[in-house]
Antibody, heavy 120, light 110 residues
């Protein structure tokens, strides 16, 4: 059974950092790209970024709203994807989901999400 | 303001058929596959439709997707009370170099 579990959310002050983890099981993690998507309270879904599999170079791509502040990485030996969030802003407050990325806008499995609250 | 445009709400009676539209442009829907997601309150989104009209295993055939030009639609027939949910469309955007979502449609079964 495919499972994705996010962790690492919580309260952070503006300007501080937080690292989220997406632990996976039930599939060959290294074969897939992984995506992070967020949802601000009461709002819709917003793509944050994704990381390609090593077979496709392992590069990451980011939304303009987080580029230069957020970094996505992966550890294929542990089947974990990470989202390092620096210089946090209040508008980064959201539930952050990780999802298995099948290409373009096709995300077939999602985690339950982890809440990040940025407030002083 | 979302890149893809969906009606904020839709409704239908049990057993009826309802469609949810998703409008975009040549840089997204016009040049890419469309996906649809269902999100129940407090839950993670669930994939309903991928590549315009393909259903993952487990999604019933009373749910269907279509695309024409720069617009797409999700149709749900035989409406049930447990279809009450938020629905989102998504497509890759060549200009933004990333996937974009619609603002979501809240479906009510009345």
């Amino acid at each position: 059974e495919v499972q994705l579990v996010e962790s690492g959310g919580g309260l952070a002050q503006p300007g501080r950092s937080l690292r989220l983890s997406c632990s996976t099981s039930g599939f060959t993690f290294g074969d897939y790209a992984m995506t992070w998507i967020r949802q601000a309270p009461g709002k819709g879904l917003e793509w944050v970024g994704f990381i390609r599999s090593e077979a496709y170079g392992g590069a990451a791509l980011y939304a303009a709203s987080v580029k230069g502040r957020f970094t996505i990485s992966r550890d294929d030996s542990k089947s974990i994807a990470y989202l390092e969030m620096n210089s946090l802003k209040t508008e980064d407050t959201a539930v952050y989901f990780c999802a298995r990325d099948r290409g373009r806008s096709y995300f077939d499995y999602w985690g339950q999400g982890t809440l990040v609250t940025v407030s002083s | 303001q979302s890149v893809l445009t969906q009606p904020p709400s839709a409704s239908g009676a049990p057993g009826q058929r309802v469609t949810i539209s998703c409008s975009g442009s040549s840089s997204n829907i016009g040049s890419s596959y469309v996906s649809w997601y269902q999100q129940l309150p407090g839950a993670a989104p669930k994939l309903l439709i991928y590549r315009n009209n393909q259903r993952p295993s487990g999604v019933p055939d009373r749910i269907s997707g279509s695309k024409s030009g720069t617009s797409a639609s999700l149709a749900i027939s035989g409406l049930r009370y447990d279809d009450e949910s938020d629905y989102y469309c998504a497509a890759w955007d060549d200009n933004l170099s990333g996937p974009v979502f619609g603002g979501g449609t809240q479906l009510t079964v009345v």
